[in-house]
């Protein structure tokens, strides 16, 4: 079991005094080393001010207190940049006592996710979507006026065309099964985290939609996505957009300063969102193999990729029939899941008491074939499409990742059993996929750490204030046990402290703030 994390309700310097940390082992993330010993932090109000011992910065700046680090770890708030606030149900395939368990206690699970995203070291998340924008706008609130602990969070809007992925046409009886835990707002109301535009819709209506997102709704982010095939028929009768709508919404949305994030799940997607000149592009084509090619424009456009890999985790099971259900990347995966990071260590960890039975009941299903919602409506077609597209996918990373795409952390957090606080699921996802070859090492603790921080702050649009231990950004400092260089696996597990803003609003390992004795004026 885990230790009771100690929150910090007290902390003294008052925000105008400067605080030393010392003794520390900070990380440079960008040249994938530690700075030199010597190095100190100064932080005065929310940002760091200086840190003397390296080369050009000040050395004569006295502080109030100081904080002696024990000679630990120190690296910068980590970030997920597509996860969903929300949407927090144990599993796809709900009984009625699950969906019932769901509904009395999502908001208990949706505040033990934002706790955990501190105790984790994540200051700043990205909700790529919600279906009632009043629930995360009510979770950010609380947050900001202290009567829950949790990170940052960069609400994302979607801009769809209607009958597209996000907004698919849907009879009452469907409807009712794809929302059976979060009843759907209409998205003509403001409180939807959706927004349509005409199927027809000229390139001043898509530009009046995003402006609408932002003005209305409150976007932080613009979401689009596009797949052909509906999530719950798996029917191929969804809307794309045209290129002339997609380029508006994207240059509209680069107008007002935001970024742009992209669900696709295939080739012709993934071409289409590095065309618009989309920011990062969510998940990885299932369908094909990508091409050199397609690296090279992805890399020439300055594209972010979010693989949520932790999506495969959940969504990829053999299927009785399938032809690629003995794949090795497959029996590689449910190795992994049943030995290495399990449901029911997720479970222990991540989610409430109410939930946990549900989350270790879905994994008996799913390891079983069986995928059925309520026990009628049975997405086998889904789970045997994402079975069916493992390699590529896989391939499509590999790809990606030694082609030297920047790739950001990120876990689609609404796909039970991956909430948004699991970093260290996704991390360990890359490690498993990408040193799959006996004595391979691919993916390292240098590489964790630029996925975590800088290239995910990145993704994000918040590269100038986070991502980095640097002069003048945000002092979102984790301080943790163990060498991230030497293993990655300390990257998103439990923080030993944690500086949000500047200020200490985590310490389990006995931080001493202490006064500084200055001369006295002659």
Request: charged share 25%; aromatic share 8%.
């Amino acid at each position: 079991m885990h230790t009771e994390t100690h929150f910090v309700k007290e902390y003294g310097p008052l925000p105008e005094a400067i605080v030393e940390l010392k003794n520390g082992r900070f990380v440079d993330v960008v040249n994938g080393r530690f700075f030199d010993p010597s190095v100190r932090v100064m932080i005065e109000g929310t940002r760091v001010r200086a840190m003397p011992g390296v080369g050009g910065e000040p050395t004569d700046i006295m502080p109030d207190y100081t904080i002696d680090l024990q000679g630990k770890t120190v690296m910068p708030g980590l970030c997920n940049t597509h996860c969903h606030v929300s949407m927090v149900a144990p599993t796809m395939f709900p009984s009625l006592k699950d969906a019932r368990i769901g509904k009395m206690y999502g908001q208990k699970q949706i505040e033990k996710n934002m706790s955990e995203c501190l105790i984790h070291g994540i200051t700043n998340i990205r909700d790529a979507c919600a279906k009632d924008l009043d629930v995360t706008n009510g979770v950010k609130d609380r947050i900001a006026k202290g009567e829950m602990t949790g990170p940052r969070i960069l609400q994302s809007v979607a801009v769809v065309p209607s009958g597209s992925y996000l907004a698919p046409h849907y009879n009452f009886a469907l409807r009712t099964m794809a929302n059976i835990f979060m009843s759907e707002v209409d998205h003509r109301d403001r409180r939807s985290g959706v927004l349509e535009f005409p199927v027809d819709a000229d390139e001043n209506q898509v530009r009046a939609a995003v402006d609408r997102a932002i003005d209305e709704r409150g976007a932080e982010a613009i979401k689009t996505g596009e797949q052909r095939e509906d999530i719950i028929t798996y029917k191929s009768n969804l809307v794309l957009m045209t290129m002339e709508q997609f380029r508006a919404l994207v240059d509209q949305a680069r107008k007002r300063g935001l970024q742009t994030l992209m669900h696709h799940v295939s080739v012709e997607s993934f071409r289409r969102g590095v065309e618009a000149g989309v920011s990062s592009l969510s998940h990885i084509p299932l369908d094909a193999a990508l091409t050199q090619e397609d690296v090279d424009a992805f890399i020439e456009a300055g594209c972010v990729i979010e693989p949520t890999i932790s999506a495969v985790y959940a969504l990829c099971w053999k299927v009785v029939g399938d032809l690629l259900q003995d794949h090795p990347d497959m029996d590689r995966l449910c190795e992994y899941r049943a030995n290495e990071v399990t449901f029911a260590d997720l479970a222990d960890e991540f989610f409430i008491p109410e939930f946990r039975e549900s989350l270790i009941n879905s994994y008996k299903k799913y390891s079983k074939g069986s995928f059925k919602m309520l026990g009628i409506l049975d997405l086998a077609k889904y789970f045997r499409a994402a079975a069916d597209g493992i390699s590529y996918m896989i391939g499509n990373v590999r790809k990606l990742y030694r082609g030297g795409a920047t790739i950001a952390l990120a876990n689609d957090g609404g796909v039970p059993p991956c909430m948004p606080p699991m970093m260290g699921l996704e991390l360990g996802l890359f490690d498993l996929f990408l040193n799959r070859e006996p004595g391979e090492m691919v993916f390292g603790g240098a590489d964790a750490l630029r996925i975590a921080t800088i290239n995910s702050a990145r993704s994000m649009g918040l590269d100038e204030q986070f991502g980095t231990i640097e002069t003048g950004k945000v002092a979102d400092i984790a301080i943790i046990d163990g060498d991230p260089f030497e293993d990655f696996r300390v990257i998103g597990s439990r923080v030993a402290a944690l500086f949000m803003d500047g200020r200490m609003v985590i310490n389990d390992c006995g931080l001493e703030v202490k006064p500084v004795k200055k001369p006295r004026m002659p």
